[in-house]
């Protein structure tokens, strides 16, 4: 790795920052490449920092409540677990939650169809029959639950999710998943530059052989 993330590294990046954008996108990226890298201590000084800098908390929340989509709920709950410590919500009084209606599984499906549909673009008619051939289970998962239920969610726009995505398949490395996202980023106009900040970013959290594999993946996925 580069070096690990601290308060005067962080500090650097937001001043370097391209002030055409949102610092949103910085903190948020960062801080799913760090959920990616089971990070903690990273986790808390990004939160901190990022509130400090006005991000919304809702925003936060709802980039560490996708990560599950791509690491798992262990991953999601530690890091809900130190946002909560570090806003220190007031108590509330809590109940089970009642079952979905069918009314809202059915926006999800279109909202999911039509996310995935700008995602792989031109590849989406080949998407289907390949994830079908070996499970067509993951493929309603994928439309229903992954780009409707979590991904069209209010409370954070579709590019920061994106690119919190590409963070978290640069620091994983799955180079198909990551391939697949950055090409979603630029089909929803993305600019490349700062889709290859959010990898370069990422350094904190995994080898330079992955960063290197990442940007391959940019570079020949923008050219095609």
């Not at 400090?52 to 709950?77: C, N, W, Y």
């Not at 996202?181 to 080898?207: D, M, Q, W």
Request: charged share 25%; proline share 4%.
């Amino acid at each position: 790795m580069a070096g690990s993330l601290n308060t005067r590294e962080l500090r650097r990046l937001a001043e370097v920052f391209d002030r055409r954008y949102d610092k949103s996108i910085l903190y948020c990226t960062l801080l799913s490449a760090a959920i990616a890298g089971r990070n903690n201590l990273a986790m808390k000084l990004i939160m901190q920092t990022a509130l400090g800098e006005k991000v919304r908390p809702g925003t936060i929340d709802e980039i560490i409540l996708q990560s599950h989509l791509f690491l798992g709920f262990p991953a999601m709950i530690e890091a809900s677990r130190i946002f909560a410590a570090v806003r220190q919500p007031p108590h509330r009084k809590y109940r089970l939650p009642g079952p979905y209606s069918a009314g809202v599984c059915r926006e999800w499906n279109r909202q999911g169809k039509a996310k995935i549909k700008r995602i792989y673009g031109s590849t989406f008619e080949r998407l289907i029959p390949y994830i079908n051939f070996f499970s067509p289970r993951i493929l309603t998962w994928m439309i229903n639950d992954g780009y409707g239920r979590v991904l069209s969610r209010p409370g954070a726009s579709f590019k920061l999710r994106e690119l919190s995505v590409v963070a978290i398949l640069t620091v994983t490395s799955y180079k198909n998943q990551l391939r697949a996202h950055v090409r979603g980023c630029l089909n929803f106009g993305v600019p490349r530059a700062l889709i290859e900040k959010t990898i370069a970013n990422c350094r904190y959290f995994c080898s330079a052989a992955k960063i290197k594999a990442a940007l391959k993946i940019l570079e020949r996925t923008y050219s095609t």
